[in-house]
């Protein structure tokens, strides 16, 4: 069993930090594939969302709601992939990943085997929308 001083998102941040609360934090995942993959971390070292009173699992899964939506009105994805695994690191987290018919493991998870190849050109344009992402995480 992992404890908070073995845990990856307790030393660190587990991505470039766009917003933070006192309970949890929005970050950018650095991840080349998949521009926009943002992750919703919780600050204490807790493993399941049932470790949450019913007014913190509210709070969390607001947060997690409100980027998707930022996600999906900045990035203009086809879909939105919400995932809350923690097989590998059992801090309760939530990923928001935006998904795209072009992308490279669609329609697998983005965890699966490869199906294709990105255009460069329309990568590119997705990491050309992080700035209006970063921006519209902090307003909302």
């Given at each position: 069993?992992?404890?908070?001083?073995?845990?990856?998102?307790?030393a660190g941040d587990g991505g470039e930090i766009l917003f933070r609360t006192d309970k949890y934090r929005v970050v950018l995942v650095d991840d080349n594939q998949y521009p926009g993959?943002?992750?919703v971390v919780w600050h204490e070292h807790v493993k399941e969302m049932t470790d949450l009173s019913a007014a913190d699992r509210d709070v969390f899964m607001q947060a997690v709601w409100r980027v998707e939506q930022v996600l999906r009105a900045v990035m203009q994805p086809e879909?939105?992939?919400?995932a809350c695994f923690g097989n590998m690191t059992p801090h309760l987290h939530w990923h928001v990943i935006p998904r795209y018919l072009d992308d490279?493991?669609?329609?697998?998870?983005?965890?699966?085997t490869l199906q294709q190849t990105t255009p460069?050109?329309?990568?590119?344009?997705r990491h050309a929308l992080l700035p209006t992402l970063r921006a519209a995480l902090l307003r909302a």
């Amino acid at each position: 069993m992992m404890n908070s001083a073995d845990c990856a998102l307790c030393a660190g941040d587990g991505g470039e930090i766009l917003f933070r609360t006192d309970k949890y934090r929005v970050v950018l995942v650095d991840d080349n594939q998949y521009p926009g993959f943002c992750r919703v971390v919780w600050h204490e070292h807790v493993k399941e969302m049932t470790d949450l009173s019913a007014a913190d699992r509210d709070v969390f899964m607001q947060a997690v709601w409100r980027v998707e939506q930022v996600l999906r009105a900045v990035m203009q994805p086809e879909k939105i992939n919400l995932a809350c695994f923690g097989n590998m690191t059992p801090h309760l987290h939530w990923h928001v990943i935006p998904r795209y018919l072009d992308d490279v493991h669609f329609p697998q998870p983005v965890w699966g085997t490869l199906q294709q190849t990105t255009p460069a050109v329309a990568l590119a344009t997705r990491h050309a929308l992080l700035p209006t992402l970063r921006a519209a995480l902090l307003r909302a």
